[in-house]
Every structure is written in C-alpha cells, then in structure tokens.
T-cell receptor, first 112, second 119 residues
Framework: NAGVTQTPKFQVLKTGQSMTLQCAQDMNHEYMSWYRQDPGMGLRLIHYSVGAGITDQGEVPNGYNVSRSTTEDFPLRLLSAAPSQTSVYFC???????????FGPGTRLTVT | AQKITQTQPGMFVQEKEAVTLDCTYD???????LFWYKQPSSGEMIFLIY??????QNATEGRYSLNFQKARKSANLVISASQLGDSAMYFCAMREGVGSNFGNEKLTFGTGTRLTIIP
C-alpha cells in the first residue's frame, strides 16, 4: 500500500514550458486535491476532484489544468510555466465525511 | 479575514516538556473539522489529529491532544513530553461543511509554527 505517490520529486522548467505533475493513490479515495506551498503562506488549494470525471477550482487555479479519468490518478498540468509557479506541489487524497487528507511526498518545481 | 491564524511563527521548547501550539479559526458554519499536520524537514505532510465541531470530547492521539474551545474558536495542539523528533513545522487546518458528502472540499491552512526541541 503505497498511499499517495507523486512524480517527479524535483523539476526545473524554463519560462513558457509545459509539464505534467503526476499523482496516484491506491486507497480508493474518491476525493483528490492539489496544493501549492509557498514560504510563509501555508498550503493553498489549486484544484480538486470529487470523483472520476469531476473536477473543480480551488483558491489559486490560474495557469493549471487537471483531469480525472480514473479514481487512482489526478495529474496537474502547467500550461505555460511562469516564475510565479516556483513552489512545492502536494497532491492529497481523502474520504468524507471527516476529510483528513493524506499527502504525497511533494514535487519541488523551479521555473527560471 | 484569515480563516486560520497561527500566531507563533517559531517556538523553542526543552526536551521532555509539554508544548502548546496555538490555532484560532473563523467560520460561520456550524459543522466543520479542524486538523493538525506535521511537516518535518524532509518535507512530507503528516496528519496528526482531527476534531469535529460537534465532538463533545477533545481529541487525543498518543502524545497529541487538541484543546478545543468552541466559544473562543480555538483549537490548540498540545504535545506532551516533547521529543527531539517533534522538531518540525506544524500546520492547523479547517474544513467547513464536514458531515456532508457535498461539503466544502477545501482545507484552509494556517501559516504554520516552527517548533524546535532543545536537548
């Protein structure tokens, strides 16, 4: 039981490049979410999904796309990377009603 | 207004002492959940403890307990008998609409408290 896995662990992009951060979970959780963590700001929600085929925007969605074709996978796409997207990205999955989120190990992204 | 406020950016505590990390929250919902997460220097986010707004007892998980004062809207984390491995960032978070399958799916995080345990 691997929990929530994320790849890659580290990534450097040039401004304007696109890429996909991968996230997978094996806990059969319906709900998944993406957060970014910036110094001094805690974690902020980018997008979330309440089940396969259903996604919605969080607090900071601009510049990111998501899709959810299976229960297990929830990739995050950066369409045209900008230096403001330099951050640590966490994927999480959870089950209602309590909703404690189980986080992946994170991806540290630097955009130059 | 901030939904989650953690007023202690950093704390230093002697090993084996108890420590209280402060968290206040702001919501107009009657049904909500409060969470504490630990983030060690390795970077992963570790779930510690949960308190539901309708729970009558304060939550406890091993050395962790949550001092929930609903009228004051505070949810302080208490770590008893601190250990060197407790040195980490600690985040308080809230989910509103708990108890509903279609509640607010967003966890709102505070800015964290960096706890350092001194040997």
């Amino acid at each position: 039981n691997a929990g929530v896995t994320q790849t890659p662990k580290f990534q450097v992009l040039k401004t304007g490049q696109s890429m996909t951060l991968q996230c997978a979970q094996d806990m059969n959780h319906e709900y998944m979410s993406w957060y970014r963590q910036d110094p001094g700001m805690g974690l902020r929600l980018i997008h979330y999904s309440v089940g396969a085929g259903i996604t919605d925007q969080g607090e900071v969605p601009n510049g990111y796309n998501v899709s959810r074709s299976t229960t297990e996978d929830f990739p995050l796409r950066l369409l045209s990377a900008a230096p403001s997207q330099t951050s640590v990205y966490f994927c999480a999955s959870f089950r209602v009603p309590r909703g404690e989120q189980y986080f992946g190990p994170g991806t540290r992204l630097t955009v130059t | 207004a901030q939904k989650i406020t953690q007023t202690q950016p950093g704390m230093f505590v002697q090993e084996k002492e108890a420590v209280t990390l402060d968290c206040t929250y702001d919501t107009s919902d009657q049904s909500y959940g409060l969470f504490w997460y630990k983030q060690p220097s390795s970077g992963e986010m570790i779930f510690l403890i949960y308190q539901g707004s309708y729970d009558e007892q304060n939550a406890t998980e091993g050395r962790y307990s949550l001092n929930f004062q609903k009228a004051r809207k505070s949810a302080n984390l208490v770590i008893s008998a601190s250990q060197l491995g407790d040195s980490a960032m600690y985040f308080c978070a809230m989910r509103e609409g708990v108890g509903s399958n279609f509640g607010n799916e967003k966890l709102t995080f505070g800015t964290g408290t960096r706890l350092t345990i001194i040997p």
